[in-house]
């Protein structure tokens, strides 16, 4: 019988590992609890009513129409790994049998032990994160058309954490605030907001070199956003924040891009897991002890390894070939991760990119950014699509993805 | 001071009325509890994965942007109407004074009296029952993957109603069945799928004349929809529908599309209506004794008005000019509706067009309802995205909007 190849979690490493299975001769079954392999990087465009989900969006099953090993893919909720059995279990009380498991669930927001910041402060790593950030966003300027003696509070926007969400977030805020919405209030204009980002490093993108995250706050704040760096968030509310020191913020909206931890599926295996959650993997990205099971992407914990969709794409390919050098009976692989850089965006014109030595910023950097993101977003017609929305927005300064959808 | 015209409601009634109202000397405040003027349309759309809702939104304040009359646009629930006072209240405690008030709040669902069919059969008014549908269509495939044994129940699908909403609806679900999601299942083939349509009446699309419900049938026939006419629902639950002589369709997927009501906003007005609950006005469209109050769209009750877009486009229109003949002393005039037509859709290939004496049924009254659909969108980039979702849908078989987005 050929082997059974479980990948639960359809994310960016997920989705290469199945890809990189074709050919092969097992039989691959996909588990995600979405229809759908979402983009993440582009999230933040939706939640800024620059991109609708479709745009970001493909279903799973599409991904693998043609590719035959593919033999199923489950819409389900994974409730428990049975690593002894070899079973993964799922919502609805059915299960599936691996001979090699690989688990890619990926991350979530972490507040740091104060889960009760969740409400007054969502993060943004689904879908209906997104939607429900925009539907503050948008929501914060009809208010403040309501309640203009109110508008100092509600146009006031502070985004917690000034890693690439964080900072492009804050840029896309900027833009809708000072551009997108300028000429539809009457009592107010939008251009009063107020963009506050704080980070409680000493700088924005700290994982760039320093005169790249010198480059990206000179471009946020020539966007008008507050940068505020050594800022500690102590305390979170309905009102707005608090930082260390004691000095508040009253905002309406507080969006939270500070931490991430590992997805609580990834508890589910009940083996070590460090300080964030992230699952304590071998060389070869397999579970100590259990060949069998290969952890990959943002729940694997490989030290100098960051929790970015590369480093994913890159796990997932090397569990592959591990997967066929195991057919053939070839030794394990360690795995090898090549920074391919960085980039972030920081609105129209302005971003920055680091590969290796090279450093760009400005304009340069703001197009290698969209080609790159329309290069690795899946299918036709999402690229057209998107292609098409960007260059709308760019020629009107507009943005076309408006709709508040209502909470249910 | 000039005169305060309050429009309530940014359907196609209001925003029609308050465009037309461009150029006069009168302050122009527009109440809606969305932020985006909705094409009713292509709604069904949505629901069945076509489109994306910010396809078929506009904000309503961006119509505006250049009307200077219109001063104020407030995304507001509307609590009371004060028709001595003058006064409209709104959600939050604050409210608007008028001269003149225009409520165009339109229709919802009516379950005839069965509130409690409502969560086993939702309806499609708004962007959240839009993908409210489109999860339970999608979701209905996915739980048929994981379980094949139950796939005759998860893969039935009936419409209830058979106006041009549930025509439509039908329609797109067979396509969606028999083209886009084919190949994608193992153990399940979409194209097992039932879609039942289920009427009460003894034909489709019973404001047509005869001849266009029978092409109707047909078309819906050959794209493999079971046409159940004389067939009045007795009973809705969790498990299907129960037809009057006891017969019973196991179904997992429920959908009605069977009749409306007047938006409960109208009760508010706190006069006559009909057994709907329409508001009786008087031939200019006024409220008996209030001629200061106009009632448009569906929920006026006109006699021998269809509650259709161009019906209550016409309407806004009327109102408009009534208000300028109001200016200059002149007297009003009574509504006179004109009979634009109707068009639906089945499916590619395949519509029904009637207007006047000329009928249409097949290829050309399928183009004539893309255009007309295309045409009266708002906006560029609407009509630019949504004309090419539906090549590339056209082209491929596919539906670019598959994404369930998750209740909340």
Known sequence: MRRRVVIVGAGFGGLEAARRLAGLDVSVTIVDRRNVHVFQPLLYQVATAGLEPGDIAYPIRSVFRRQRNVERVL???????????????????????????????????????????AR???GLKTIEDALEIRRRILGAFEQAERRPGDADRLLTFVVV??????????????????????????????????????????????????????????????LGVEVRTGAVVTAVDSGGVTVAGGERIEAATVLWAAGVEASPVGALLGVDCDRVGRVIVEADLSLPGRPEVFVVGDLA?????????????????????????????????????????????????????????????????????????????IGFRNRLVVMLEWAWSYLTYRRGARVIVERE
Chains 1, 2 share one sequence.
């Open 120 to 122: 007054f402060a969502p």
């Open 161 to 222: 954490g000034a890693g690439p969400t964080g900072v492009e977030l804050a840029g896309a805020i900027a833009e809708v605030a000072h551009h997108a919405l300028v000429g539809e209030y009457d009592l107010v204009d939008p251009r009063q907001a107020r963009v506050v980002l704080v980070e409680g490093g000493d700088r924005v993108l700290p994982a760039l070199p320093a005169a790249s995250s010198a480059a990206a706050r000179r471009q946020l704040e020539s």
């Open 301 to 377: 914990s490989v030290p100098g390894v960051p929790g970015v969709a590369p480093a994913a794409i890159q796990m997932g390919r090397h569990v592959a070939r591990q997967i066929r050098r195991d057919l053939t009976g070839a030794a394990r692989e360690p795995f090898r991760y090549r920074d391919k850089g960085t980039l972030a965006t920081i609105g129209r014109h302005r971003g920055v990119a680091v590969r290796g030595r090279l450093r760009l910023s400005g304009y340069v950097a703001w197009v290698a950014w969209l080609a790159v993101h329309i290069w690795f977003l």
């Open 75 to 117: 819409m389900a909720e994974v409730t428990g790994i049975d690593l002894d059995s070899r079973l993964v279990h799922l919502d609805g009380g059915d299960h599936v049998a691996y001979d090699v498991l690989v688990v890619a669930v990926g991350a979530t927001h972490s507040y740091f032990g104060h889960d009760d910041w």
